[in-house]
């Protein structure tokens, strides 16, 4: 019953800033990592960043610089801060959480998305 629910976006002007949250709740198991993936209208559901058990990351040309994924694991919260947005931006966004007993029984859980719109 792992329950992952993304907040924080919203409308934001070209070049602001937006901070994403994604909170894990229903269960005692520990947050290992995460990817946040975004979704534009017409298009695929494209991955943005990537926060590994160990704390690596990764992420997309098109976010890398202006982008950053961090995580609390005693939160069990990833965030995805986003800086100099551009309309581009705009989609869906949405977390993907790996939560687990152990690192390697980790399972990745989907929250419903949050829109995130780049327009001034």
């Known amino acids: 019953q792992v329950h992952v629910v993304e907040s924080g976006g919203g409308l934001v002007q070209p070049g602001g800033s937006l901070t994403l949250s994604c909170t894990v709740s229903?269960?005692?198991?520990?947050?290992?990592?995460g990817n946040w993936y975004r979704q534009a209208p017409g298009k695929q559901r494209d991955l943005v960043a990537t926060i590994t058990s160990g704390g690596s990351t990764d992420y997309a040309d098109s976010v890398n610089g202006r982008f950053t994924i961090s995580r609390d694991s005693a939160k069990k919260m990833v965030y995805l801060q986003m800086n100099g947005l551009k309309p581009e931006d705009t989609a869906v966004y949405y977390c993907?959480?790996?939560?687990?007993?152990?690192?390697?029984?980790?399972?990745?859980?989907w929250g419903q998305g949050t829109q995130v719109t780049v327009s001034s």
């Open positions: 229903g269960s005692d198991f520990s947050l290992y990592g």
């Open positions: 993907n959480a790996f939560v687990g007993p152990t690192v390697w029984a980790r399972t990745s859980y």
